[in-house]
């Protein structure tokens, strides 16, 4: 089949669409869909935030921050969170989100979220016009509902959404692949 070449852009697509909550005295969400699993022992996941961005100041100032993963009946909370400041707006109070304790970090989860990935920042790196902030996992929370085999999480039943091109999606069905265990 034939190709066209684009210019140099952030084509890779689908990614997850979360609700970042960052800052202690007064939390903050900022809803990123540049996230990303960057290493597996210690875990660890990379989050792109621009400098000009409220919550930057948050996440270099407490150094910790939770990747609340939503599911898709909150997408009008992900949205809505991307696009007022949290400079102007209490967002968990503009959203209807509630903040709740988290384990291992003094930043809050998101009640309404069912999974979330509590980090605590080891590198910041300035990129252009985003810095990466690499956070080590140092707990993972989930709803009981997602309790999954030998206590792993169900995450097919969080009902997770992802950001594609512009719009947030569902995720689908599950694939199998031919002669895999489990097919």
């Known amino acids: 089949m034939a190709k066209r070449q684009h210019p140099p852009a952030t ?6 669409a979360v609700l970042v909550s960052c800052g202690v005295a007064t939390p903050n969400i900022i809803t990123l869909a ?17 400098p000009e961005r409220h919550s930057h100041h948050l996440l270099r100032e407490v150094g910790e921050f939770v990747v609340n993963l939503p599911s898709v009946d909150q997408v009008a909370a992900v949205d809505r969170c991307g696009t007022v400041s949290g400079r102007d707006h209490d967002k968990f109070a503009l959203c209807g989100l509630t903040a709740i304790p988290a384990g291992k970090v003094r930043v809050p989860l998101i009640a309404e979220c069912p ?3 509590e980090c605590v920042v080891r590198q910041v790196h300035p990129l252009g016009t985003h810095d990466l902030f690499l956070g080590e ?7 009981e509902r997602l309790a999954g085999p030998a ?3 169900a995450y097919a039943r969080a009902d997770l959404l992802c950001y594609l091109g ?11 692949v031919p002669g895999q265990r489990g097919s």
């Open 151 to 153: 206590g792993g999480i």
């Open 137 to 143: 996992v140092v707990a993972v929370q989930a709803d």
């Open 115 to 117: 999974i979330h990935l």
């Open 34 to 50: 540049w996230v990303g699993t960057v290493c597996s022992q210690p875990p660890m996941v990379g989050i792109a935030v621009r």
């Open 11 to 16: 084509a890779l697509f689908p990614v997850p």
């Open 166 to 176: 512009g719009e947030y999606r569902a995720l689908g069905e599950r694939l199998t």
